[in-house]
């Protein structure tokens, strides 16, 4: 079935008016993707933000509309709809539904975390530093959480998971990964050398999710999953958790309940400024804390005394 295909530039600050407008004028569907995306320096999204859903700073929309809409009309109807924005970058275009499709699946690409983590999209091949033994891959779905990049919150705990696994920390360990979300950490963990990992998250359809990527990486009898009230009281070797700070802070006793004498611990869903608060509340339970940036984002991590 062939569309007729509508793209433009705008900021992150006036998206909402854009799609707004869009979905006002009769658009099937309307996508967003990193107007500034190269390889090297990816600024899309893995997964949502911890309590939020963040953008790139500049956006491509795409919409799709019925292929008899006629462009000029529509772009009068969005004129007319929202003239305080500008629609000069509007382009159109035919496109098949093959064509669409393969374009949007064709953003996703692989990426790399430390030493031997990957996260790849299933309609990639393995990139060749990744074919190997010793890589450890996590594929996902792509979709409009996905993305070409991750957020840095999911990076630092990507990373610090690469690091335990080099230093033979998560060989045969269980890993808890509180607030699992899409379950990418605890599949990474397992993908690591750990033995088993307990995802932990208060919306049941992140339980689903992470249950069911589980199984798409053949790691599903490894991961058991619990909304925080059915979790099984038990301590860990590896804790990660990656919420929001208020939470962490609530959360604090929990959480440090939950790391075994000797254990360790990483926090992030931390922004850059509040790290010191949560650094002196866990302070009470763990040695060696140690915060780390990326970009915005904060990293804590620590040993349980």
Known sequence: MPYLELSLRCSESEQPRYENALEDVGALAVTLLDADADTSNEQAILEPGVGQTPLWHALVLTALFPAEADALALLAALE??????????????????????????????????????????????LPEEADNAEAAVVRLDPGLAFGSGTHPTTALCLRWLDGLAGEEKLHGATVLDFGCGS???????????????????????????????AERNAVGAQL?????QDEPL?????????????ALDVLADTLAARVAPGGCIALSGILHGQEDELLARYGQWFDDLAATRDGDWMRIVGKRR
Do not use: C
Request: hydrophobic share 45%; charged share 20%.
């Open 224 to 228: 058991s999953v619990y909304l925080p």
């Open 80 to 125: 007319s709809s929202d003239p305080g924005l500008d629609w000069s970058t509007t382009a159109f275009r035919s496109v098949d539904d093959q064509d669409w499709e393969r374009a949007w699946m064709d953003q996703y690409v692989p990426l790399r975390f430390g030493a031997r983590t990957f996260i790849v999209p299933w309609n990639h091949d």
């Open 234 to 246: 038990a301590t860990y070797p590896v804790v990660v958790a990656n919420i929001l700070a208020s």
């Open 183 to 213: 379950g990418i950490l605890a599949l990474a963990a397992l993908k690591l050398g750990a033995a088993r990992a307990v995802g932990v998250d208060n919306d049941p359809q992140a339980l689903i999710s992470t249950f069911d990527n």
